[in-house]
């Protein structure tokens, strides 16, 4: 079974950046596509962004495209989230997720979950 934790969430003004990484237990990481998903206070879990297993296939949900990057590395265990010109829409939870599968944009299909790290973009 996985674990997932992740880091660098933090408090950041709007048209920031920050990095968000996810290292995960397993040494069998590459078997697994990755996903990041959010979700804001009163607001259900939406999609971010997913990544194949090898990294070669990558998807974006419209509200992160030409902002965020999904990246992945197959040797340290770790999925990254590059986010830039951040804006106060984009305050939640951010978690990453991982499925023996193909990616998908589903939060449904993905069975190991890490415990989330809070964003916020506020002046």
């Known amino acids: 079974q996985v674990q997932l934790v992740e880091s660098g969430g933090g408090l950041v003004q709007p048209g920031g950046s920050l990095r968000l990484s996810c290292a995960a237990s397993?040494?069998?990481?590459?078997?697994?596509?990755m996903g990041w998903f959010r979700q804001a206070p009163g607001k259900e879990r939406e999609f971010v962004a997913a990544i194949s297993r090898s990294g070669g296939n990558i998807y974006y949900a419209n509200s992160g495209k030409g902002r965020f990057t999904i990246s992945r590395d197959n040797v340290k265990n770790t999925v990254y989230l590059q986010m830039n010109s951040l804006k106060p829409e984009d305050t939640a939870v951010y978690y990453c997720?991982?499925?023996?599968?193909?990616?998908?944009?589903?939060?449904?299909?993905?069975?190991?979950w890490g415990q989330g790290t809070q964003v916020t973009v506020s002046s």
């Open positions: 397993e040494r069998t990481f590459s078997s697994y596509a």
């Open positions: 997720a991982a499925r023996l599968a193909t990616y998908s944009a589903s939060h449904v299909e993905y069975r190991y």
